[in-house]
């Protein structure tokens, strides 16, 4: 066997942002460099793969299911070769003895001891727009290539078995599928693959990714004469290494030894490599049936790749990206630019909900998950306002003001992944007005319209001055911190009304006149039959007075229906981290999480429990006149300058959520692709709430963390494996208006029924408070950043910041966040309505803050890594 490369290793790439580079790693290689110590002789053939076991005197055989290679240094008797006999080396002539296994390897000692040289080297892109060699090889091997569709193998050496004897079915030499096999592994009994290529990409915050959902391995060999490909999709993801702990896919490429440069295994390689380096790719190749549609999509593939790289790529512009200039305030110049860059994808954000695979499949099931996330907590909402203002917002209003608001934004605004909705804080902030109106004597009304026009009236000032810029100031941290405040806020919403519950029905005094009715029905059982003619009338007038104020089964069954609903809702949301059924019914019960959990729960509390009586969940009562304009000309001239000052700071309330919702919506590591609108999106708040006041509905502005989690809902995810952490990255998001249309449609709708709405038990609408709380903290860096507290060092996931920050800057970073989120909370929960007041200008001082006071304490560099999209 003439002469061959050394041995390789693993591959690794490095990437920024989409724009993958491929690295190849290679081990010793005789060729570039030669390590004198080693001595190694031209022509002597290296020790087979070690496969656990004393090498047999057999060509092959098979052990423990595992085909073994052929010992190059025996003949086919059995009797040591020419070769064999002829080694000289001092090394090798003591055979290396551990744990009573003999090796017959000249490099490793008495011991087991062993060095392995390995060398990593970047490989770029194959360029199909200018690299003619690349469509012309896509081409070529098309017509034959080796498919192995749902191969269900997971061990390494037998998937390469079974490839290799397909690929060289009928080869010139005899020998070349154990040359093959040969090359393809490392000669050391670490048996890992010689040359293998993959891809990465930039993580989140800096570092690097494997994709481990696929790897390909190459070699070259001297008795076949032409290129061989074989492409293998496992039907079950198997472990091939650190770096390939998911694989879906096996590429395999073999060319003859003397093969031109243009055409050799690692040019070859780069080919495939590139097009499978597309996670979108990839998630069409694993729903392909056949292989002509395989076949169908690598074409199709190459063409799309040739047409990209021929077009300059297009950055968003981002506003924490250092190599943006900062931009400046003008006058419409943000409204202009948002227009110009939105409109023209203005008639995709309704094909992309439709066009492409799955996208009918996400866009029902995210419909839906839309329509139950925004109309159970207009009702919750509803009913906190009717209590809060004595029946002036009812639940009728805010599904009205949802539907209008939420369709408007939905078809005009600039980023339809965002949702609106009344919030907790608007529900607060509504309080405040009203109990301001009646220390004062003013007419709610009138005073809720004017302070909502002078909210719009500002809101118009900051889009048309540009003040959205301000946002390239915020930072991740200050973003995260606001979505834990709501995600706190929605759990204490549901945690109060359950204690108020408790109050109202558990610890009443009724319930302790139970034990006395025990003691008197056995006290009856000892009495005469007169005696019990007369006790009987009176224990039973004492029942029906307990069952009237005592109810202690209605305080367990809301237990039971609150927790519930977040169990369900959220063991359904992980079910895709679940052995059970296959990956696409785990896909779709995890998409379905939320309304399936709301049905089954309601069931359980209005069938499965009828006799429990938990009335009902608002009155559903329709109002007259309810679009009937509101008259301000009862309020005074100090009244209106009075709501001016409310006015602002709730302008400032709706500048800093629109904000960061649309910073989170289109944050990096969502991979959206067709701009962002934050002053064009603010001018369309402004006309709706301006509408909703003239009408005195309800406020709406963009929701966290529904809009998140609305992104989420339109993505589709590739899960990674780092060192036992399982974690999962968006690949692509559909950026369609029709979930947001079609969901408001039907919350429109649902006016039509109120009634049946209304039997929707309150715990359940509670439960989704929970649920959305929980899983809005899935992601969130600063909420990881917590749990690191309570974790072993041992344990740390290998995120970027836990590898470039030192461990006690990052929890002095973390403390301090938790500083500035426990000031929020004393504000925004504090018993005291006025101190609420200036709750929006605390979430404007995070910014501040954030660039400051923190660098005094943490240097930038750390921050950078900790505080970076």
């Not at 004198?36 to 656990?52: D, I, K, L, V």
């Not at 999480?593 to 729960?601: N, R």
């Not at 507290?789 to 996931?797: C, G, L, S, W």
Request: a neutral charge.
């Amino acid at each position: 066997m003439s002469r061959r490369l050394g041995n390789m290793d693993t591959v690794a790439s490095a990437a920024v942002n989409d724009n993958v580079q491929l690295k190849n790693i290679t081990f010793h290689n005789p060729d570039e460099y030669q390590n004198p110590a080693f001595n190694m002789e031209p022509e002597r053939t290296p020790p087979p793969p070690y496969n656990g076991h004393q090498h047999s005197p057999s060509n092959s055989h098979v052990e423990n299911g595992i085909n073994s290679l052929p010992d190059p240094s025996l003949n086919k008797d059995g009797s040591p070769s020419n070769k064999a006999l002829t080694k000289q080396s001092s090394v090798a002539s003591d055979r290396s003895s551990v744990s009573n296994i003999n090796y017959d390897d000249m490099f490793i000692d008495e011991s087991g001891m062993t060095l392995i040289y390995s060398k990593h080297e970047k490989v770029p892109l194959k360029d199909f727009s200018n690299e003619i060699r690349a469509a012309m090889d896509v081409k070529k091997f098309l017509k034959n290539t080796v498919l192995l569709l749902n191969l269900d193998k997971s061990n390494m050496d037998e998937i390469i078995d079974d490839m290799v004897k397909k690929m060289l079915q009928g080869a010139e030499n005899t020998n070349s599928i154990d040359q093959a096999k040969s090359a393809l592994f490392t000669h050391d009994f670490v048996h890992q693959m010689s040359r293998t290529l993959q891809s990465t990409s930039i993580s989140e915050g800096g570092g690097f990714d494997y994709d481990q959902n696929w790897v390909c391995a190459m070699c070259s060999i001297p008795s076949i004469q032409s290129r061989h490909v074989g492409i293998a999709r496992l039907s079950i993801p198997a472990n091939l290494g650190n770096t390939a702990q998911e694989v879906y896919f096996v590429i395999v490429i073999l060319t003859p030894t003397k093969e031109k440069g243009t055409k050799n295994e690692l040019e070859t390689g780069r080919t495939f490599a590139t097009l499978f380096s597309d996670a979108d790719f990839r998630l069409r190749l694993l729903d392909a049936n056949t292989e002509e549609q395989f076949k169908k999509l690598l074409e199709q593939q190459t063409h799309d790749l040739s047409e990209r790289q021929r077009r300059t790529d297009e950055k968003i512009p981002v506003f924490d990206d250092e190599e943006v200039p900062k931009m400046k305030c003008g006058f419409m110049k943000g409204i202009r630019g948002d227009l110009k860059r939105r409109l023209p994808y203005y008639w995709s954000d309704y094909k992309d909900g439709i066009v492409g695979p799955k996208s009918i499949q996400k866009t029902i099931s995210t419909t839906l998950f839309l329509y139950f996330a925004c109309v159970l907590p207009c009702i919750a909402f509803g009913v906190l306002n009717a209590y809060n203002t004595n029946n002036i917002l009812t639940v009728e209003k805010v599904l009205y003001a949802q539907t209008f608001g939420g369709l408007v934004f939905a078809i005009f605004g600039g980023t339809p992944q965002i949702v609106l909705l009344t919030t907790a804080p608007l529900a607060l902030y509504t309080k405040i007005i009203y109990s301001i109106c009646e220390d004062f004597d003013i007419n709610f009304q009138a005073m809720f319209t004017c302070v909502g026009l002078w909210n719009s009236a500002f809101l118009v000032v900051y889009s048309f001055f540009d003040l959205s810029v301000l946002m390239q100031f915020s930072t991740r941290s200050s973003e995260e911190i606001f979505a834990i405040f709501i995600s706190i806020a929605f759990a204490v919403d549901a945690f109060k009304n359950t204690a108020l519950n408790f109050e109202q029905y558990y610890y009443v005094p009724a319930c302790d006149k139970a034990v006395e009715v025990v003691n008197n029905t056995i006290t009856i059982a000892t009495t005469t039959v007169a005696n019990v003619n007369a006790t009987v009338p009176n224990i039973t007038s004492t029942i029906e007075s307990i069952e009237q104020e005592c109810g202690r089964d209605i305080s367990m069954l809301y237990l039971l229906l609150l927790f519930g609903t977040l169990w369900v809702g959220v063991a359904l949301y992980n079910f895709t981290k679940t052995p059970y059924l296959n990956s696409a019914k785990r896909e779709l019960l995890a998409d379905y999480s939320l309304p399936v959990s709301v049905v089954i729960m309601s069931f359980f509390g209005a069938y499965v429990f009828r006799q429990v009586n938990m009335g009902k969940a608002f009155d559903a009562a329709r109002q007259p006149n309810i679009f009937q304009l509101i008259d301000m000309s009862s309020l005074s001239v100090g009244a209106i300058f009075g709501a001016m000052g409310l006015g602002f700071c709730l302008s400032l309330l709706f500048f800093m959520d629109q904000n960061i919702s649309a910073a989170l919506v289109n944050a990096p590591q969502n991979k959206m692709k067709k701009g962002t609108a934050y002053h064009w999106d603010l001018l369309v708040i402004a006309a709706v709430n301006a509408l909703h006041s003239i009408v005195c509905f309800p406020w709406v502005h963009a929701a966290l963390p529904h809009s998140p989690l609305h992104v989420r809902a339109l993505a589709d995810v590739e899960e990674r494996v780092d060192q036992g952490h399982i974690y999962q990255i968006i690949v692509r998001v559909r950026e369609t208006r029709l979930t947001a249309i079609f969901s408001h449609i039907l919350i429109g709708c649902s006016l039509f029924f109120m009634n049946i709405l209304a039997y929707i038990p309150t715990p359940v609408l509670y439960g989704l408070f929970l649920y959305v709380a929980v899983t809005s903290l899935y992601g969130n860096q600063f909420f990881e950043r917590v749990e690191l507290f309570f974790t072993e060092q041992a344990a740390y996931p290998p995120n970027h910041y836990i590898r470039r920050v030192p461990q006690r800057k990052m929890h002095i970073f973390t403390l301090l966040q938790l500083l500035q989120l426990l000031v929020l909370c004393g504000f925004g929960f504090s018993p005291y309505p006025y101190l609420k007041m200036f709750f929006p200008v605390l979430i404007f001082c995070l910014i501040p803050i954030r660039h400051k006071l923190i660098p005094k304490i943490i240097d930038s560099k750390y921050l950078k890594a900790m505080d970076g999209h």
